[in-house]
């Protein structure tokens, strides 16, 4: 009987390989994964990153059966499994390989078949114009790669073309500088082109795709690249490298001219060795330029004689880059410039199956060990990551694409993932179940019908022949598994290296819980309090919590960490996990509710001076009465909290609700819940008083006394208390004296807070003196105080209730007299002074009308200017008159004769020594 089975690997042979060949990537900036044997990936690039490589395209590594790196390239450099440069195969100081890292699959590392020890690494270079202008001799000048960047030699390129090569190195021989293999055969050429040396081809040599794939009779392998319109290739057995290639001349004609950018592009083998698949970035004749005019096109392989054959177009005018078959063969996908696109290979009409799978372009494309297909990522919005196909034999979106699948931690992707011998992809072992004391299961995944199957478990028990059997291993260790096959006429030998892990141990536990009710169910528990007893303490065991064991069996429905109970008590299943074997142990958890109903906690605190209604506790002093000496007490915000003991505060807490607000004290012994308490805090208001006010005391009124207030702002002020600085107890007190008086105004909280009166001395005004400016056009007064008037003070003329003015200057007095009021705002009086302002009149009419019949200085009498002198002259300066300034003024006659209508000079001396001189009119 046959079976088919299809689950792609590694394809072996007499060599015996299994999917470790292809567990270790290295590409890009220092970016590096390792597929585990159990499908999950590590990132090799984390700080500190020993990664050597650094390319934008090209690379290779290889790995043994186990998966334990070998050596890895750029294409120029070889570096040892730990990262130190083989120094027969070092490109900076010129013993470097013909590849090219900007070369889009610059080498490809092929094992000897039979000596594990050789290992040829193929290169091919990037086929550069600029050195093709110049053959055969070298080209020396800048390299100009667009945006204003260039490069020189050695740096971009050594000046040549350098086509297809192989070396080969040696891993049980030590360089010089101790690396781990060595170069022992470096460069060899292989010819890809017509060799005519006048001719267009040996100038560039090379394309730069390659891949490789095992032959039919799993002795050998194929190694193929492309130029033009022809396939090379190059079979490899155990006596090496054969130089003379298996040529097949097929469509399309991919043009000398423009071969820069026409050589870009992934070639692929199949998986089971029957499909080649070619991406033609371009088919353009620019030099140097770009066309959208690239193709992919698919071909047959003889993977017994190595032809190519049956080209079909199955994409036109695009720019393809990366290209991969599916493990099973069933699709194939391309990544262009504008998208990722999946063809259906088991289609009738494979051109028209495309489907449009991402917008995420460009960036090669690789099949990895775990049958998931990787792109790199270049210009994207993270570069540090990888995109994955994770079911690749699925249609269209069913094919699972993840951007950002695979983080590369300190590495960066760039255009290139490495390239592997494809057969690798095609078989492989699987085991499942691999603790002690589980029932292990085997299958092997193959593409091709299986004609018989004979396993070796590796623990010296009997073989057996069943394609997919158990077996029971009965001690911890490493076991070497290997099955012969025989599929389709061809003998196929798998091995897979497992280890039989131990169970880890775990230990039942249990959770004692407080419920501040009678409630005994839909308590939360915070399951994890329990983790470090289970786990013996052992950090790298892994706890999960689950309410039946089946569940745990079908890893279904675990519990999360914060759980109320159903019943109580109640028993759950802890999962005790070893991340690292996959293997666990169920143990038991039991979770118990403690009910009491403890009294509420109060206590109270006067609010601090910001008045916001949140000050600090002590929550420490708080007195729970009946708990052990030896308890802890924990505090939380909410009673959830303190039941799932997170989120835990500070003893010294500043509430955060102000004025009232609840937290709870959760008491606990040996990690049992002995009580939750709850606590309500009071922020007490202070009293609501004025702080500050100033009071005046008027010394010239010594037996008057004043009322000063304690200031209270609140309408409810029963039961507080008053201190004064007096001695006094009261809410108002009586004063006459000057100075500061205090008052502490306590609430029935005993919440205090003081206020400061400031008492100062204040009296009537004392006048020193009033300066008038007058006999002038505008009259003004000013007043003068003395020195010791103390006090705020308004001024008035002739009103003596006001207005008061605050100025103590007067202006457009009129002549007269007037009565000068002086006020005290402190209420210690009002001063008062009399005073004139003098006027000279302009005329005089003596016509006995009661109105101007005489001429005199305004603002003199008995009590001002009394003994002024005036003198009234004509204008020939003859004394007329005498005028005395008490008297009604002179009355224009001169003895006994009326003076005619004229003007008359007068000469005034005042009694303070001030004269003034002038005329005035006499009409009739």
């Known amino acids: 009987m046959k079976f088919k089975w299809l689950l792609f690997f590694i394809f072996l042979s007499i060599k015996s390989f299994s999917q470790g060949e292809a567990s270790n990537w290295f590409f890009g900036s220092k970016a590096g994964i390792k597929f585990n044997a159990d499908n999950t990936i590590t990132v090799l690039s984390t700080s500190p990153n020993p990664i050597a490589i650094n390319t934008n395209e090209g690379c290779s590594s290889f790995s043994d059966s186990s998966g334990n790196l070998l050596l890895y390239t750029d294409g120029r450099t070889i570096w040892d499994r730990n990262h130190v440069i083989m120094p027969n195969g070092n490109y900076t100081t010129g013993t470097g390989l013909f590849g090219d890292p900007s070369s889009t699959q610059s080498g490809i590392i092929i094992p000897n078949p039979v000596n594990p020890n050789l290992y040829y690494v193929f290169t091919v270079d990037e086929p550069h114009q600029v050195n093709a202008t110049v053959y055969p001799n070298q080209y020396t000048g800048n390299y100009n790669e667009g945006n204003g960047v260039t490069q020189t030699i050695p740096d971009a390129d050594d000046g040549f073309n350098n086509g297809l090569n192989y070396s080969v190195v040696d891993i049980s021989v030590m360089g010089i500088n101790g690396s781990i293999g060595d170069v022992i055969n470096r460069n060899t050429h292989l010819v890809t082109y017509d060799p005519n040396p006048f001719g267009e081809e040996i100038k560039y040599k090379s394309s730069e795709k390659i891949t490789a794939v095992k032959t039919q009779d799993g002795l050998g392998y194929w190694v193929i690249t492309h130029f033009t319109n022809k396939f090379y290739v190059f079979k490899i057995d155990g006596n090496g490298v054969n130089q003379t290639p298996v040529i097949s001349q097929t469509n399309p004609l991919v043009p000398i001219s423009g071969y820069r950018r026409n050589s870009i592009g992934q070639l692929k083998a199949s998986p089971d060795g029957k499909k080649i698949a070619i991406a033609h970035n371009q088919i353009g004749t620019e030099l140097g330029g770009s066309s959208n005019n690239g193709a992919v096109y698919l071909y047959d392989f003889n993977n017994q004689t190595g032809v190519v054959s049956n080209p079909i177009s199955i994409m036109q005018n695009e720019n393809p880059y990366g290209i991969e078959f599916s493990a099973e063969v069933k699709k194939l996908y391309v990544s262009t410039s504008a998208a990722i696109i999946q063809f259906d290979l088991e289609s009738s009409n494979i051109p028209l199956s495309s489907i449009g799978i991402s917008s995420r372009a460009n960036g090669s494309l690789q099949l990895g060990p775990d049958k998931k ?210 293997c666990y142990t169920l143990t038991t958890l039991e979770l118990i509710v403690n009910s009491s109903t403890n009294p509420e906690i109060s206590i109270r605190k006067c609010d601090d001076s910001t008045e916001d209604g949140l000050t600090q506790f002590q929550l420490s002093e708080v007195l729970i009465t009946g708990i052990s000496a030896t308890a802890t007490t924990t505090y939380f915000t909410s009673l959830n909290d303190a039941f799932l003991e997170q989120n835990p505060i500070n003893v010294s807490f500043t509430n955060t609700i102000a004025n009232t607000q609840t937290v709870f004290a959760r008491v606990e012994e040996n990690n049992e819940c002995q009580g939750i308490y709850s606590i309500k805090l009071t922020v007490d208001k202070l009293p609501q008083i004025e702080l500050q006010d100033t009071k005046y005391i008027c010394t010239n009124r010594p037996t008057q006394f004043i009322t000063l207030t304690a200031g209270l702002l609140q309408v409810n002020a029963a039961n507080f208390t008053y201190d004064w600085s007096t001695g006094q107890t009261t809410a108002t007190i009586q004063v006459n004296l000057p100075g500061n008086y205090t008052v502490k105004v306590t609430s029935p909280f005993g919440c205090e807070k003081t206020r400061t009166i400031s008492v100062l001395p204040s009296n009537d005004a004392t006048i020193q003196n009033v300066v008038i400016h007058d006999l002038v056009a505008n009259n003004t007064v000013t007043v003068v105080l003395d020195s010791s008037s103390i006090g705020d003070y308004l001024y008035s003329l002739d009103s003596p209730n006001g207005p008061f003015q605050e100025s103590n200057h007067f202006e457009n007095v009129e002549a007269g007299f007037h009565t000068i009021y002086v006020y005290s705002t402190k209420g210690c009086g009002t001063t008062q002074e009399e005073i004139s302002v003098l006027e000279i009149p302009k005329f005089f009419t003596p016509n006995q009308d009661g109105v101007n019949d005489t001429w005199n200085i305004i603002g003199m009498n008995a009590s001002f200017y009394a003994n002024s002198k005036i003198y009234i002259f004509d204008r020939f300066g003859k004394l007329l008159a005498d005028v005395d300034p008490k008297s009604p003024g002179w009355n224009g006659v001169y003895n006994g004769y009326n003076l005619p209508s004229t003007d008359y000079w007068y000469l005034v001396t005042l009694e303070n020594g001030r004269t003034d001189r002038g005329h005035f009119s006499l009409v009739r």
């Open 373 to 582: 297909i990787y792109k790199a990522n270049i210009n994207t919005s993270n570069d540090s990551t990888l995109d994955v196909i994770n079911d690749p034999e699925l249609e269209g979106s069913l094919c699972n694409y993840q951007p950002e699948g695979v983080s590369l931690g300190s590495g960066v992707s760039k255009f290139g993932l490495p390239p592997f011998i494809t057969s690798f992809f095609s078989s492989n072992i699987t085991a499942r179940n691999l603790c002690l004391g589980d029932i292990t299961n085997f299958e092997v995944n193959v593409n091709g019908n299986i004609d018989t199957a004979t396993w070796d478990f590796g623990d010296g028990s009997p073989a057996a022949s069943s394609v997919s059997p158990n077996h029971t291993y009965t001690a911890i260790g490493n076991y070497n598994v290997t099955v012969t096959l025989v599929v389709e006429g061809t003998p196929i030998t798998n091995s897979k290296n497992i280890t039989i892990s131990a169970l880890p141990d775990a230990f039942p536990s249990s959770l004692t819980q407080c419920s501040l009710t009678s409630a005994m169910t839909d308590i939360p528990f915070n399951l994890s309090q329990a983790t470090d007893v289970i786990n013996g303490g052992n950090s790298n065991l892994l706890v999960s919590y689950f309410k039946l064991q089946s569940d745990v069996n079908n890893n279904i429905s675990e519990l999360p960490t914060n759980y109320s109970n159903v019943t109580n008590p109640e028993q759950i299943f802890a999962k005790v996990l070893n991340p690292l074997t996959g």
